[in-house]
C-alpha cells in the first residue's frame, strides 16, 4: 500500500501519468537529477563521449537539439523508443561510462519512454517557463545526529502557476559531512556545524540552509554578556547551535590583536607597558578610539582599498599610484563617507598625475568596458559577473544580458597612454557601444535589478550608476561593504569569499549582515562607525584560544580566529622590533612599507605575498611556503637586523646590563606584546649563567626565537 | 623500446667506437625510461618574446622591410637552415624540432606569458596553475629539493602556482652568474654555527608549543612542515651539492657561457640530475622584448648567449644521458612582427613563432610546420600553446584530463589539448 503511494507520488512527479509529458518540465529535469547534466558529466564544457547536455538543465533548447538532431539523431529512436541509446545508456542497457544512472521501468524511464512515444516534441511556443524556485524550509535546525528532515521544492511559472517539484530537482549538499541529502530530498544530519543544500533543475537553484546540533539546548548554558548588536546575533546564533564562546582575551592578547587589525603596526613596548599597567576599567574602549584615530590606519586600509581596485599593477605606475593611494588615505583618514568616496571613484577620469580617481579606471592601457565592469560589480557589490561575459552563470540569475548590459554603463569611457608619462588620460568619447554576443546589437545600460537605463546626449550615464549604487536601498552596496570589514576584523566574512554574494552562498549570520548594513546606511556610510562597533564587541575581544565546544567552529565567531600578518605588517613588525630601518630604493629614511602603494621594493614583501594582480581580484596568498620559511629562519633581512649595532637589541644588551630578567621581558614585550612566562624567564636565566660570555647570542637566538614563532606570525 | 639485453650489446658496441658513450648512457637512461616515466623539464623561457625571423625561422627572400640582417646557415641536418648568429645550435640540428607554425592570439606580455605557461587563456574567473606546479602537484618531489625551480626568478605571475597552494609555486634559485653565487636563505649566516641554529629551533620550539593550543585549523601545523622542509634543505648534502655550480669544472662553465643564462641552463642540468622535476630558467623579465635595434640586440648580445647556452645544454644532457628524460623547451609568449619599425626593432607578433622543442622522445633534425613567405601567418599544421602543454604533461606522465575546480566549483581540465604526435607523443 505504501510503496503504491509513493509510486503514485512519484509519476506525478515526472508528469507520466496525468498529462502529456513535457520536454522542459518534465524530461530535462531528469538529466539534471541524474547527475548526467552535472559540471564532470555531459554538462561539462565539452561534453562527455561526444554527447553534450546544457549545465543543470540551464538551456532546454540545446538538449533538444543533442537528444533529437546531433549526429544523425542517433540517439532516439521514435519508431521504437525502448531502443533509443537516451534510454539504453543510462539504464545501462548498453556499455555507458557513467554506469547505471536510473533502472529500466523507473519513472525516469517511463517519462522518457512516453514522450518519445508520442513524438519527442519540444514545449510549444508560450508554454510556461520555470521563473524561480522556493524551499521549504529555507533554514533549519536538525538536532541529533542522524535526525531528519524532508525539504519541499516549489517552482514558479511564467503563467503563474505553481507546481512541487521535490521529486524533479537535484538535491546536493555543501558539506556531506555536516548533512547528507538523498534524491528524494530527505536531510540527514551527520556531524555537528552547518551547511547549505543546493537544489537545482532547468538552470534555477536554490539554497536551504541547515544546521546540526548534537544536542538539545543546553539547560546550564552560561549567560554572556553582551556589550552591543553584534553580540546579540552571534551570541544568538551560538546558543541555537549550542555552542559556548571563547572566554575574554587577556589585556596581553587584545592589546596586540587591536594594534595590528586596527593599524598595521605593533604597540612599542611603552605602549604595551602603559596600557597593561592601567587599571582604568574602560582602558580598552580608551584604546579603540585612539587606535581609530590614527594616521597608520588610514594607511593600513589604503592598501587594502589599494589590493582591491589592483593599484599594485596599475601601468601609470609611480606617479598616478601615488596619487591615488594618497587620495584613499586622505579619503579614510577623514572618515569620508563610503558612499561618496565611491561615487567620486565612479566618476573619475582626468589626467593621471593629476586627477587621482582617474586611476581607478586605469588598470591596464586599454580599457574594457566589460573588464571595468565585472570590477566594480565584485568589489564594490559583491557579485561575480565574469561568468556571464561567455555563458549564463549555471546556477545564478546572471545571464550575459546583465554582464553587457552593466559594461555597457561604461561603453564610452577610454584611455590614452603616452609611455607612462603625464601625457595619460582616462576620458569620455562621444560615442561609443557595447555590442552583445549574441544579437550583434549595441546593448542598453542596465542595472544588475533589472532595469535599463538610457544615456541623453552630453551625459555621463555614470552618474546614473555611482546613484543606483550608493543608494540606501541598493541591496548589495551596503552589505557588501560592512561584511569586506567584518572580514579585514574577525578573520572571515559574514559571506565567504566576501566577493561571491549569491543565493547558494548563504550568509553565515544573515541577521548580523542586514544589521550591520542597516546601521551603516543609518550612520552616513561610515568605515570608522562600523569599526568601532565591531571592535567593541564582546565577540571581537573573545580569545583564540578555543573550549570543547567551539573547537570545530569555523564561521560562528565563537572565538577569534588567528591571521597572518599581511607582507607590510610583517616587514614593519620587524623593523620595529629590532629598531633596524629597511631603506627602501626611491624612499625617503623612515618610510614604512605599508605605506608604499605598490610594487615588491623589498624581497620579503615579495616573498610573503605582496602581489597584486593585474588581471583578477585576488585574495592575497596567505598560505605558508618554503621559500617564507628558508628567508624567515636563515634569511640576510633578520639576521643584519639582529646583529646591528644600531639596533635595539645591541642598545638594550647595554641598557639592561645585569639587569637580565628586565632584558627578557623587554624582548617578549617588543616582539609579542607580553612579558615572558615564569617557566620562559626561568629557562633562559638558567642558559645565561650557565654561559655567560654568550650574554649577546643568547639574546640575538631568543630574538630570532621570537621573530619566528607562530605567536609573532599570526595576529592572535 | 629497449630492454636490458639490448644496452649491453649497444654499450658493447659502443667499444669499438660505433656508439659514443653518450649514446650508450642515453640507451640505458631510455630503457629505464621505457618502464617508469621518470621525465623532468627545462624550459628556457626567453621572456619579452624572441624573433622567429631572425633566428629560427629565416626569410632571406622576404621583402627588405621584412628581411633580418642575419644569413642562414646549414646546420648538421641536411635542409634545416638557422640564423648565423646561433652556429653551435647548428651543429646540434639533430637533437631538436623546430616548431615553425606556433600560433596564438594574444600579443600582450602578461596574458600570452599565462597561456605559455599554464596551457589556457587568461580568464577572470580562474587563476590556472603554471605547469610547474601542477607537474609538481600530480607528480610530487622526488627527494628534499622541491620539484618546481625557477632561474634566477619568476619572471611574473604566469609562473605561481596560480589557484593551487603556495607550496606548488616555484623556488627561486637566484642568478648563478653571480661570482659569490648561494640560494637565497639556503646556508646559514656567517657567524651562526649547527649549535646555535639548534639552541634557535630549541627555543622557537618552546614559544610554538605553547601557542599550539591556540590552533584548531593545523595551519600552524603546515607552516611547521615547511620549517622541517627549509630545514631539510638547509641540511641536506644533496640539495647543496645540486646547488654547488663552483663544483663544475671551469671549462664547463665557460661552454656554457658565463651569462645568467648559461650558468642558468648549468644550474638547470644539475638540478635536472639531482632529481628537480620541472625548471625554467630565463634570463630575467621581458628581456627579449626588442622593440627597438632588434638586430644589435640579438647579434650582440642575445643570440650568443641563447647559442651558447642551449646548444652546450643539448650536447651535455646528451652525453650525460638525460636528453632522453629530460624534455628541454625553448620559447617566449610569442614571436616578434615580420615588419622592422622605425626604431629598427620588431613588435609582438602572435600569429605565427618558432618553438625548438628536444629530448624525452621529441624526435631531433625535424622542422614542423611553416610560415608564410614572409613569416606572417601559419602556412602548414598550425600548433597550438595548448596542444605543447599538454604534450609536456604526456610526457611527464601527468593525467592531463584531470578536472581541477576553482573555489566555486568552476571546473577546468587541467590541460585542454591533444599530445602532439610528432613530439613522438
Same mark, same amino acid.
Given at each position: 500500500?505504501?510503496?503504491?503511494?509513493a509510486?503514485?507520488?512519484?509519476?506525478n512527479?515526472f508528469g507520466?501519468?496525468?498529462?502529456?509529458?513535457s520536454?522542459?518540465?518534465?524530461?530535462?529535469?531528469?538529466?539534471?537529477?541524474?547527475?548526467?547534466?552535472?559540471?564532470n558529466?555531459h554538462?561539462?564544457?565539452?561534453?562527455?563521449?561526444?554527447?553534450?547536455l &546544457?549545465?543543470?538543465?540551464?538551456?532546454?533548447?540545446?538538449d533538444?537539439?543533442a537528444?533529437?538532431?546531433?549526429d544523425?539523431?542517433?540517439?532516439?529512436?521514435?519508431?521504437?523508443?525502448?531502443?533509443?541509446l537516451?534510454l539504453?545508456?543510462?539504464?545501462?542497457?548498453?556499455?555507458?561510462g557513467?554506469?547505471?544512472?536510473?533502472k529500466?521501468g523507473s519513472?525516469?524511464?517511463?517519462?522518457?519512454?512516453?514522450?518519445l512515444?508520442?513524438?519527442?516534441?519540444?514545449? =510549444?511556443?508560450?508554454s #510556461?517557463?520555470?521563473v524561480?524556485?522556493?524551499?521549504?524550509?529555507g533554514?533549519?535546525?536538525?538536532?541529533?545526529?542522524g535526525?531528519?528532515?524532508?525539504?519541499?521544492?516549489t517552482a514558479?511559472?511564467?503563467?503563474?502557476?505553481?507546481?512541487?517539484?521535490?521529486?524533479k530537482?537535484?538535491?546536493?549538499?555543501?558539506d556531506?559531512?555536516v548533512?547528507?541529502? @538523498?534524491?528524494?530530498g530527505?536531510?540527514?544530519?551527520?556531524?555537528a556545524?552547518?551547511?547549505?543544500?543546493?537544489?537545482?533543475?532547468?538552470?534555477?537553484?536554490?539554497?536551504?540552509?541547515?544546521?546540526?546540533?548534537?544536542?538539545p539546548?543546553?539547560?546550564?548554558?552560561?549567560?554572556? +554578556?553582551e556589550?552591543?548588536v553584534?553580540?546579540?546575533?552571534?551570541?544568538?546564533?551560538?546558543r541555537?547551535?549550542?555552542?559556548? +564562546?571563547?572566554?575574554?582575551?587577556?589585556d596581553?592578547?587584545?592589546?596586540?590583536?587591536?594594534y595590528?587589525?586596527?593599524?598595521?603596526?605593533?604597540?612599542?613596548?611603552?605602549?604595551?607597558?602603559?596600557f597593561l599597567?592601567?587599571?582604568?576599567?574602560?582602558?580598552? &574602549?580608551?584604546l579603540?578610539?585612539?587606535?581609530?584615530?590614527?594616521?597608520?590606519r588610514a594607511?593600513?586600509?589604503?592598501?587594502y582599498?589599494?589590493?582591491l581596485?589592483?593599484l599594485?599593477?596599475?601601468?601609470?605606475?609611480d606617479?598616478?599610484?601615488?596619487?591615488?593611494?594618497?587620495?584613499?588615505r586622505?579619503?579614510?583618514?577623514?572618515?569620508r563617507?563610503?558612499?561618496?568616496?565611491?561615487?567620486e571613484?565612479?566618476?573619475?577620469q582626468?589626467n593621471l598625475?593629476? =586627477?587621482?580617481?582617474a586611476?581607478?579606471?586605469?588598470?591596464?592601457?586599454?580599457?574594457?568596458?566589460?573588464?571595468?565592469?565585472?570590477?566594480? @560589480?565584485?568589489?564594490l557589490?559583491?557579485?561575480?559577473?565574469?561568468?556571464a561575459?561567455?555563458?549564463?552563470?549555471?546556477?545564478e540569475?546572471?545571464?550575459q544580458?546583465?554582464y553587457?548590459?552593466?559594461?555597457?554603463?561604461?561603453?564610452?569611457?577610454?584611455?590614452?597612454?603616452?609611455?607612462?608619462?603625464?601625457?595619460?588620460?582616462?576620458?569620455?568619447?562621444?560615442?561609443?557601444?557595447v555590442?552583445?554576443?549574441?544579437?550583434?546589437?549595441?546593448?542598453?545600460?542596465?542595472?544588475?535589478?533589472?532595469?535599463?537605463?538610457?544615456?541623453a #546626449?552630453?551625459?555621463?550615464?555614470r552618474?546614473?550608476?555611482?546613484?543606483?549604487m550608493t &543608494? #540606501?536601498?541598493?541591496?548589495?552596496f551596503?552589505?557588501?561593504?560592512?561584511?569586506?570589514?567584518?572580514?579585514?576584523?574577525?578573520?572571515?566574512?559574514?559571506?565567504?569569499?566576501?566577493?561571491?554574494?549569491?543565493?547558494?552562498?548563504?550568509? @553565515?549570520?544573515?541577521?548580523?549582515?542586514?544589521?550591520l548594513?542597516?546601521?551603516?546606511?543609518?550612520?552616513g556610510?561610515?568605515?570608522?562607525?562600523i569599526?568601532?562597533?565591531?571592535l567593541? @564587541?564582546?565577540?571581537y575581544q573573545?580569545?583564540?584560544?578555543?573550549?570543547?565546544?567551539?573547537?570545530?567552529?569555523?564561521?560562528?565567531?565563537?572565538?577569534?580566529?588567528p591571521k597572518?600578518m599581511?607582507?607590510?605588517?610583517?616587514?614593519?613588525?620587524?623593523?620595529?622590533?629590532?629598531?633596524?630601518e629597511?631603506?627602501?630604493?626611491?624612499?625617503? #629614511?623612515?618610510?614604512?612599507?605599508?605605506?608604499? +602603494?605598490?610594487g615588491?621594493?623589498?624581497?620579503?614583501?615579495?616573498?610573503?605575498g605582496?602581489?597584486?594582480?593585474?588581471?583578477?581580484?585576488?585574495?592575497?596568498?596567505?598560505?605558508p611556503?618554503i621559500?617564507?620559511?628558508?628567508?624567515?629562519?636563515?634569511?640576510?633581512?633578520?639576521?643584519?637586523?639582529?646583529? =646591528?649595532?644600531q639596533?635595539?637589541?645591541?642598545?638594550?644588551?647595554?641598557?639592561?646590563?645585569?639587569?637580565?630578567r628586565?632584558?627578557?621581558d623587554?624582548?617578549?614585550?617588543?616582539?609579542?606584546?607580553?612579558?615572558?612566562?615564569?617557566?620562559e624567564?626561568?629557562?633562559l636565566?638558567?642558559?645565561?649563567?650557565?654561559?655567560?660570555?654568550?650574554?649577546?647570542?643568547?639574546?640575538?637566538?631568543?630574538?630570532?626565537?621570537?621573530?619566528? =614563532?607562530?605567536?609573532?606570525?599570526?595576529v592572535? | 623500446?629497449?630492454?636490458?639485453?639490448a644496452f649491453?650489446?649497444?654499450?658493447?658496441?659502443?667499444?669499438?667506437?660505433?656508439?659514443?658513450?653518450?649514446d650508450?648512457?642515453?640507451?640505458?637512461?631510455?630503457?629505464? /625510461?621505457?618502464s617508469k616515466?621518470?621525465?623532468?623539464?627545462?624550459?628556457v623561457?626567453?621572456s619579452?618574446?624572441?624573433?622567429?625571423m631572425d633566428t629560427?625561422?629565416?626569410?632571406?627572400?622576404t621583402?627588405s %622591410?621584412?628581411?633580418?640582417?642575419? $644569413?642562414?646557415?646549414?646546420?648538421n641536418?641536411?635542409?634545416?637552415?638557422?640564423s648565423?648568429?646561433?652556429?653551435?645550435?647548428?651543429? $646540434?640540428a639533430?637533437?631538436?624540432?623546430?616548431?615553425? *607554425?606556433?600560433?596564438?592570439?594574444?600579443?600582450?606580455?602578461?596574458?600570452?606569458?599565462?597561456?605559455?605557461?599554464s596551457?589556457?587563456?587568461?580568464?577572470a574567473?580562474?587563476?590556472?596553475?603554471?605547469?610547474?606546479a601542477?607537474?609538481?602537484k600530480?607528480?610530487?618531489?622526488?627527494n628534499?629539493?622541491?620539484?618546481?625551480?625557477?632561474?634566477?626568478?619568476?619572471?611574473?605571475?604566469w609562473?605561481? !602556482?596560480?589557484?593551487l597552494?603556495?607550496?606548488?609555486?616555484p623556488?627561486?634559485?637566484?642568478?648563478?652568474?653571480?661570482?659569490?653565487?648561494s640560494?637565497?636563505?639556503?646556508?646559514?649566516?656567517?657567524?651562526?654555527?649547527?649549535?646555535?641554529?639548534?639552541?634557535?629551533?630549541?627555543l622557537?620550539? *618552546?614559544?610554538?608549543?605553547?601557542?599550539?593550543?591556540?590552533?584548531t585549523?593545523g595551519v600552524?601545523?603546515?607552516?611547521?612542515?615547511?620549517y622541517?622542509?627549509?630545514?631539510?634543505?638547509?641540511?641536506?648534502?644533496?640539495?647543496?651539492?645540486a646547488f654547488?655550480i663552483?663544483?663544475?669544472?671551469?671549462?664547463?662553465r665557460?661552454?656554457?657561457?658565463?651569462? *645568467?643564462?648559461? $650558468?642558468?641552463?648549468?644550474? /638547470?642540468r644539475?638540478?635536472?640530475?639531482?632529481?628537480?622535476?620541472?625548471?625554467t630558467?630565463?634570463?630575467?623579465?621581458?628581456?627579449w622584448?626588442?622593440?627597438?635595434?632588434?638586430?644589435?640586440n640579438?647579434?650582440?648580445?642575445y643570440?650568443?648567449?641563447?647559442d651558447?647556452?642551449?646548444?652546450?645544454?643539448?650536447?651535455d644532457?646528451h652525453?650525460?644521458g638525460l636528453l632522453?628524460?629530460?624534455?628541454?623547451?625553448?620559447?617566449?609568449?610569442?614571436?616578434?612582427?615580420?615588419?622592422?619599425?622605425?626604431? !629598427?626593432?620588431?613588435d609582438?607578433?602572435?600569429?605565427?613563432? *618558432?618553438?625548438?622543442?628536444?629530448? %624525452?622522445?621529441?624526435?631531433?633534425?625535424?622542422?614542423?610546420?611553416a610560415?608564410?613567405?614572409?613569416?606572417?601567418?601559419?602556412k602548414?599544421?598550425p600548433?597550438?600553446?595548448?596542444?605543447?602543454?599538454?604534450?609536456?604533461?604526456h610526457?611527464?606522465?601527468?593525467?592531463?584530463?584531470?578536472?581541477?575546480?576553482?573555489?566555486?566549483g568552476?571546473?577546468?581540465r587541467?590541460?585542454?589539448?591533444?599530445?602532439?604526435?610528432?613530439?613522438g607523443?
Amino acid at each position: 500500500m505504501r510503496a503504491c503511494c509513493a509510486l503514485i507520488l512519484a509519476a506525478n512527479a515526472f508528469g507520466a501519468s496525468k498529462h502529456e509529458v513535457s520536454f522542459v518540465k518534465d524530461v530535462v529535469p531528469i538529466f539534471t537529477k541524474a547527475g548526467c547534466a552535472g559540471s564532470n558529466c555531459h554538462g561539462s564544457v565539452r561534453g562527455k563521449g561526444g554527447f553534450k547536455l &546544457s549545465l543543470f538543465g540551464y538551456e532546454p533548447e540545446l538538449d533538444y537539439e543533442a537528444i533529437l538532431k546531433q549526429d544523425g539523431g542517433r540517439r532516439t529512436d521514435l519508431a521504437n523508443p525502448e531502443k533509443s541509446l537516451i534510454l539504453l545508456k543510462p539504464t545501462f542497457g548498453i556499455p555507458h561510462g557513467g554506469g547505471e544512472r536510473f533502472k529500466k521501468g523507473s519513472l525516469e524511464y517511463v517519462a522518457i519512454r512516453d514522450w518519445l512515444a508520442a513524438g519527442a516534441k519540444f514545449d =510549444s511556443a508560450g508554454s #510556461p517557463r520555470i521563473v524561480s524556485l522556493a524551499v521549504s524550509p529555507g533554514e533549519y535546525k536538525l538536532t541529533g545526529l542522524g535526525t531528519r528532515k524532508q525539504l519541499s521544492v516549489t517552482a514558479h511559472y511564467t503563467d503563474g502557476s505553481e507546481e512541487d517539484v521535490t521529486g524533479k530537482v537535484q538535491f546536493s549538499s555543501n558539506d556531506e559531512a555536516v548533512a547528507s541529502v @538523498s534524491p528524494a530530498g530527505v536531510v540527514t544530519a551527520e556531524a555537528a556545524g552547518e551547511t547549505a543544500i543546493m537544489i537545482r533543475t532547468l538552470g534555477q537553484s536554490i539554497a536551504a540552509r541547515v544546521y546540526v546540533v548534537k544536542d538539545p539546548p543546553m539547560r546550564d548554558y552560561p549567560s554572556i +554578556p553582551e556589550n552591543n548588536v553584534v553580540d546579540r546575533y552571534v551570541f544568538e546564533k551560538l546558543r541555537d547551535v549550542n555552542v559556548i +564562546p571563547s572566554q575574554l582575551s587577556s589585556d596581553e592578547h587584545f592589546l596586540r590583536r587591536a594594534y595590528l587589525d586596527v593599524t598595521g603596526v605593533l604597540p612599542t613596548p611603552e605602549e604595551a607597558e602603559a596600557f597593561l599597567g592601567s587599571n582604568d576599567p574602560a582602558k580598552r &574602549s580608551a584604546l579603540i578610539e585612539v587606535l581609530l584615530q590614527r594616521p597608520e590606519r588610514a594607511e593600513f586600509w589604503a592598501t587594502y582599498f589599494a589590493d582591491l581596485f589592483r593599484l599594485g599593477f596599475n601601468e601609470s605606475r609611480d606617479k598616478g599610484a601615488k596619487l591615488f593611494y594618497n587620495w584613499l588615505r586622505e579619503a579614510l583618514l577623514e572618515d569620508r563617507p563610503f558612499d561618496r568616496m565611491v561615487r567620486e571613484l565612479m566618476l573619475g577620469q582626468g589626467n593621471l598625475f593629476y =586627477s587621482p580617481t582617474a586611476n581607478f579606471y586605469f588598470i591596464t592601457r586599454k580599457l574594457d568596458p566589460g573588464d571595468v565592469a565585472t570590477h566594480i @560589480s565584485q568589489s564594490l557589490l559583491g557579485v561575480r559577473l565574469e561568468c556571464a561575459r561567455c555563458h549564463n552563470h549555471p546556477w545564478e540569475k546572471w545571464t550575459q544580458d546583465d554582464y553587457y548590459g552593466f559594461a555597457a554603463f561604461f561603453s564610452r569611457l577610454a584611455t590614452k597612454f603616452v609611455n607612462a608619462g603625464s601625457e595619460s588620460n582616462v576620458y569620455l568619447r562621444d560615442t561609443g557601444a557595447v555590442i552583445h554576443p549574441k544579437t550583434k546589437q549595441p546593448v542598453q545600460p542596465r542595472y544588475l535589478t533589472g532595469e535599463t537605463e538610457t544615456e541623453a #546626449p552630453g551625459e555621463d550615464v555614470r552618474v546614473k550608476l555611482a546613484a543606483w549604487m550608493t &543608494s #540606501p536601498e541598493n541591496p548589495f552596496f551596503a552589505r557588501t561593504i560592512v561584511n569586506r570589514i567584518w572580514r579585514r576584523y574577525l578573520g572571515r566574512g559574514l559571506v565567504e569569499p566576501v566577493d561571491d554574494f549569491r543565493v547558494t552562498n548563504p550568509a @553565515s549570520n544573515q541577521k548580523l549582515l542586514d544589521t550591520l548594513a542597516e546601521e551603516f546606511v543609518r550612520h552616513g556610510f561610515r568605515i570608522r562607525y562600523i569599526e568601532r562597533l565591531i571592535l567593541s @564587541s564582546r565577540t571581537y575581544q573573545l580569545s583564540a584560544l578555543p573550549n570543547e565546544t567551539n573547537r570545530h567552529d569555523t564561521v560562528n565567531h565563537s572565538r577569534y580566529y588567528p591571521k597572518r600578518m599581511i607582507a607590510e605588517q610583517l616587514l614593519d613588525a620587524l623593523v620595529q622590533v629590532s629598531g633596524v630601518e629597511e631603506r627602501f630604493p626611491g624612499w625617503i #629614511p623612515g618610510t614604512r612599507a605599508m605605506t608604499i +602603494p605598490h610594487g615588491s621594493p623589498a624581497d620579503l614583501l615579495a616573498i610573503f605575498g605582496r602581489v597584486a594582480d593585474r588581471e583578477f581580484i585576488r585574495e592575497r596568498d596567505s598560505d605558508p611556503n618554503i621559500t617564507q620559511v628558508l628567508h624567515m629562519i636563515n634569511g640576510d633581512l633578520l639576521h643584519k637586523k639582529l646583529t =646591528s649595532p644600531q639596533g635595539n637589541l645591541t642598545r638594550w644588551l647595554k641598557e639592561f646590563d645585569g639587569r637580565d630578567r628586565e632584558l627578557i621581558d623587554r624582548v617578549f614585550l617588543a616582539a609579542l606584546s607580553r612579558r615572558a612566562e615564569p617557566d620562559e624567564r626561568r629557562a633562559l636565566l638558567s642558559q645565561l649563567e650557565k654561559s655567560p660570555a654568550e650574554r649577546g647570542e643568547i639574546f640575538q637566538d631568543l630574538t630570532w626565537a621570537l621573530l619566528n =614563532s607562530r605567536e609573532f606570525l599570526y595576529v592572535h | 623500446m629497449m630492454d636490458r639485453r639490448a644496452f649491453l650489446k649497444a654499450g658493447s658496441l659502443g667499444l669499438f667506437g660505433s656508439v659514443t658513450w653518450g649514446d650508450a648512457l642515453a640507451m640505458r637512461a631510455q630503457a629505464g /625510461a621505457a618502464s617508469k616515466k621518470n621525465i623532468s623539464v627545462i624550459h628556457v623561457l626567453l621572456s619579452g618574446g624572441m624573433s622567429h625571423m631572425d633566428t629560427l625561422d629565416m626569410k632571406p627572400h622576404t621583402r627588405s %622591410a621584412f628581411r633580418s640582417v642575419f $644569413q642562414p646557415i646549414k646546420t648538421n641536418v641536411a635542409g634545416i637552415e638557422i640564423s648565423d648568429r646561433l652556429p653551435l645550435l647548428a651543429r $646540434q640540428a639533430d637533437k631538436y624540432t623546430i616548431i615553425r *607554425s606556433a600560433t596564438h592570439k594574444i600579443s600582450v606580455h602578461e596574458r600570452a606569458s599565462y597561456l605559455v605557461m599554464s596551457g589556457h587563456e587568461p580568464l577572470a574567473t580562474v587563476n590556472h596553475p603554471s605547469m610547474g606546479a601542477v607537474i609538481g602537484k600530480e607528480m610530487g618531489a622526488r627527494n628534499e629539493l622541491p620539484p618546481y625551480i625557477t632561474i634566477p626568478s619568476m619572471t611574473g605571475l604566469w609562473e605561481t !602556482a596560480g589557484l593551487l597552494p603556495g607550496k606548488y609555486a616555484p623556488f627561486e634559485a637566484g642568478d648563478p652568474n653571480r661570482a659569490d653565487y648561494s640560494v637565497r636563505d639556503i646556508k646559514l649566516p656567517m657567524d651562526v654555527d649547527w649549535a646555535r641554529m639548534e639552541r634557535r629551533r630549541s627555543l622557537l620550539a *618552546s614559544v610554538d608549543d605553547k601557542f599550539r593550543a591556540y590552533d584548531t585549523s593545523g595551519v600552524f601545523e603546515t607552516a611547521s612542515s615547511f620549517y622541517q622542509a627549509a630545514y631539510d634543505l638547509v641540511r641536506s648534502p644533496a640539495a647543496k651539492e645540486a646547488f654547488a655550480i663552483e663544483q663544475e669544472p671551469e671549462a664547463m662553465r665557460e661552454k656554457y657561457g658565463r651569462t *645568467s643564462l648559461g $650558468q642558468g641552463a648549468l644550474l /638547470a642540468r644539475r638540478l635536472v640530475e639531482a632529481g628537480v622535476r620541472f625548471v625554467t630558467v630565463s634570463n630575467g623579465y621581458y628581456k627579449w622584448d626588442h622593440h627597438a635595434k632588434v638586430f644589435e640586440n640579438l647579434g650582440d648580445r642575445y643570440l650568443p648567449e641563447l647559442d651558447r647556452a642551449l646548444a652546450t645544454l643539448l650536447e651535455d644532457l646528451h652525453n650525460r644521458g638525460l636528453l632522453q628524460t629530460t624534455l628541454v623547451i625553448a620559447t617566449g609568449e610569442f614571436g616578434r612582427t615580420p615588419e622592422i619599425n622605425v626604431n !629598427a626593432g620588431r613588435d609582438h607578433w602572435p600569429n605565427v613563432f *618558432s618553438i625548438l622543442v628536444a629530448g %624525452a622522445g621529441v624526435p631531433g633534425g625535424q622542422i614542423w610546420g611553416a610560415s608564410d613567405a614572409d613569416g606572417m601567418y601559419v602556412k602548414d599544421n598550425p600548433v597550438e600553446i595548448p596542444d605543447l602543454v599538454t604534450t609536456v604533461f604526456h610526457k611527464v606522465g601527468v593525467d592531463f584530463t584531470k578536472e581541477y575546480h576553482t573555489s566555486i566549483g568552476r571546473p577546468f581540465r587541467v590541460a585542454e589539448g591533444k599530445p602532439l604526435a610528432f613530439l613522438g607523443a
